[in-house]
């Protein structure tokens, strides 16, 4: 197969697709230039941000220390979702550890509403993809997982290494 890379034109036209597909963390259409997907939002772990403090310090100062299901900053687009449901399994394992510990309550209430509104993300992307046309839905899964791809910094595949020791004589 040999290496592969992301071509720029590539990129372009997946953000081009996705950034039509933007949200905020209500659901609602908050499509934007390619652009603004790339020069006015930075990427943090579940989505997008615009929070003007958070965008300058290229995603490092979040002020909700990264709850962005919660922020009205956020803005995710289907690329995220393997990244957001990833969130809710952890969310719900870490419930489920502050349950057995015996955590305060607010600690509960917090994951527990967490979970719920990053479920609402991803339920409003998954509606908002089941009501495209087949094939523009298969164009928006082939521009997120370039994006992924972009993002992961992985654009190539790593060949397995293994380690030799010389035998003494």
Do not use: W
Not at 57 to 80: E, K, N, T
Not at 89 to 111: F, K, P
Request: net charge positive; hydrophobic share 35%; proline share 7%.
């Amino acid at each position: 197969m040999g290496y592969y890379r992301v071509t720029l034109e590539r990129k372009r036209n997946a953000v081009k697709k996705l950034s039509a597909l933007v949200t905020d963390r209500h659901g609602t259409r908050k499509p934007c230039s390619p652009e603004a997907y790339e020069h006015r939002s930075v990427t943090v772990p579940f989505g997008g941000c615009t929070e003007p403090s958070n965008v300058k310090a290229g995603g490092h100062s979040c002020p909700l220390r990264f709850q962005c299901a919660g922020c009205g900053f956020y803005r995710p687009d289907p690329s995220y979702l393997p990244a957001i449901e990833d969130q809710i399994n952890s969310l719900r394992a870490d419930r489920e550890t502050a349950l057995a510990m015996g955590a305060a309550d607010y600690v509960i209430a917090n994951l527990t509403a967490e979970i719920a509104s990053f479920r609402s993300v991803a339920a409003n992307m998954r509606h908002e993809l089941a009501a495209l046309p087949e094939e523009e839905r298969a164009e928006v899964e082939e521009a997120a997982a370039v994006l992924r791809q972009v993002r992961s910094g992985s654009t190539r595949p790593l060949l397995p290494l293994s380690v030799l020791r010389k035998q003494a004589p």
